[in-house]
């Protein structure tokens, strides 16, 4: 088991800023009951996550698979 983010399960953008750069904008997205969850102050589980490329201002990559959502909640650096 390696300790860290296991980037080959993520897609890059085109020019090649990956899911951990810091031009990245990554954002969590809530069920309802994930907000009800976070604002009981509970940790939830992401619906889904999304990665926008800063520089080319796309969305190029949205996990979904709750397997790689809690990976990347354990692993991310930022
Ligand atoms: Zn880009």
Redesign the pocket.
Known sequence: MSNELDKTKFKK???S?DVEDEKVTIKNHYSLMGWFWWSMGTTAIPKSISFK?N??D?K?EEITDVGLIKHHMYYRKH
Request: glycine share 0%; hydrophobic share 35%; net charge positive.
């Open positions: 953008c085109s020019c800023v490329c520089k080319c796309i190029f």
